[in-house]
């Protein structure tokens, strides 16, 4: 597998985490995932009432491949919080389960519901 | 050989897992996309070791992912992953 990603998607991907306080880098978008993790991730943001921004890596290949890259993540969904790396789908699951993740969002300054 | 004896083997030889549970998820994809006719490209691994005290989540994940990157190259689609010490398994 080739592993010379276009600078430029480098530079997407850190453009969008930078500029969008939640990214998930996902399946399909938010209202039709096309893969059950990535759609698990967005129940659990949805159900945290986390304003996220998504990005369809099946629309771009580019970016499927940059992203793997860049987080040295061979999976996708993968979660961004103000820039840093939370995790994939078992994660963020665990984190929820936990309670962890409300409390990831609001160190971090991210507003969620309730 | 297969898939999953081949994940067994790596991890057992890599982590000494005190649990090791390899569950072939195929069957609930089948006909989507990465899904393969013999099945064996969905899994949930459990594992149970020692190995991963003190770090956390994204690093015990990442180990596995490196021990498996062949794997996850070739014919697994999908890998999900529950990781524990032998005190957060007791825990639950």
């Known amino acids: 597998m080739s592993t010379t990603t276009n600078p430029t998607v480098i530079d997407r991907i850190k453009q969008d985490i930078a500029d969008n ?10 209202v039709f995932p096309q893969c059950g993790f990535s759609a698990a991730v967005v129940q659990i943001l949805t159900h945290l009432g986390v304003k996220f921004k998504g990005i369809d890596v ?3 290949p580019e970016i499927r491949q940059g992203i793997k890259e860049f987080s040295s993540w061979p999976t996708i969904p993968q979660l961004y919080v103000k820039g840093e790396f939370v995790g994939g789908c078992d994660i963020v699951r665990e984190m929820f389960e936990a309670g962890e993740l409300g409390e990831v969002f609001k160190g971090k300054g991210v507003e969620i519901r309730g | 050989m297969r898939v999953a004896q081949r994940i067994r083997d790596k991890l057992t030889a890599a982590l000494q897992p005190l649990r090791l549970d390899i569950r072939d998820e195929s069957h609930r994809h089948a006909g989507h996309a990465g899904a393969r006719p013999e099945g064996e490209s969905h899994f949930h691994v459990e594992i149970v070791a020692a190995a991963f005290a003190g770090e956390s989540r994204i690093a015990r994940q990442r180990r596995i992912y ?6 996850l190259a070739g014919p697994v689609h999908a890998l999900g992953l529950t990781t524990l010490t032998p005190e957060e398994d007791s825990r639950n």
């Open chain 1, 58 to 60: 099946l629309a771009d």
């Open chain 1, 21 to 30: 306080p939640v990214v998930l880098f996902m399946k399909g978008t938010p």
């Open chain 2, 66 to 71: 490196a021990l498996l990157a062949e794997e």
